[in-house]
């Protein structure tokens, strides 16, 4: 069974709800015969420049912001994911590319899981090359080729943009989102239980 994850790496409902899935995953009976692939969705595709989260936030909320990312922090750090609160929001266009040279050579699970815990909990940049070549090529991609989709704007850009075309044809408007084997998907950061009996009816279907 194949389960896609359409999911933004600066999204923390994302990370949490990535964590609730897996966990989902680890106690389901046919876990080992079950796929997951990281789908691009991009928050905010026609954002330039980078800007901390809390100035983001703070234009977007206004004074309920610094309470909001508080609570969120706690649902991520319930769910035993560390989470930082000086981190930066920028475009994430290239990270996703990246993603898809990870499926490519069959790394992108640990490629993902990185980029995140680099993100929300060490509050490294993802937005210059230098770092997000560090990142990744810790998790196992190699520099060169990292390096040759960075500097090639059309490298993996159709395949990213080929999983934000099916996500809209899907209706999809917010991420996480899972599509499970194509007949079931489910919407959100979900509790465990959740995602545990949607992987328990899509594997019946």
């Not at 991009?42 to 309920?64: C, I, N």
Request: charged share 30%.
């Amino acid at each position: 069974m194949q389960v896609e994850f359409w999911a933004d790496v600066i999204c923390p409902w994302c990370y949490i709800g990535k964590a609730r899935f897996e966990k989902a995953l680890a106690a389901f009976e046919h876990r080992a015969e079950v796929t997951v692939v990281h789908r691009a969705f991009e928050l905010d595709p026609s954002r330039e420049g980078v800007e901390s989260v809390q100035d983001m936030l703070a234009a977007k909320f206004g004074p309920r912001a610094a309470e909001m990312e508080d609570s969120v922090a706690r649902l991520a750090r319930d769910e035993g994911l560390e989470y930082r609160l000086d981190r930066e929001v920028g475009n994430t266009f290239d990270v996703h590319r990246v993603l898809h040279l990870a499926e490519e050579k069959g790394v992108q699970p640990q490629v993902l899981d990185a980029v995140l815990r680099a993100n929300f909990g060490q509050a490294r940049s993802l937005f210059t090359a230098e770092s997000l070549t560090e990142i990744v090529v810790e998790a196992g991609l190699e520099g060169a080729d990292v390096k040759a989709v960075l500097e090639d704007p059309a490298a993996y850009a159709e395949a990213v943009r080929a999983d934000e075309q099916r996500a809209r044809e899907l209706g999809v408007s917010g991420v996480p989102f899972v599509a499970l084997d194509g007949r079931l998907a489910v919407a959100g950061a979900q509790p465990v239980e959740l995602f545990g009996r949607a992987l328990t009816q899509a594997w019946e279907a």
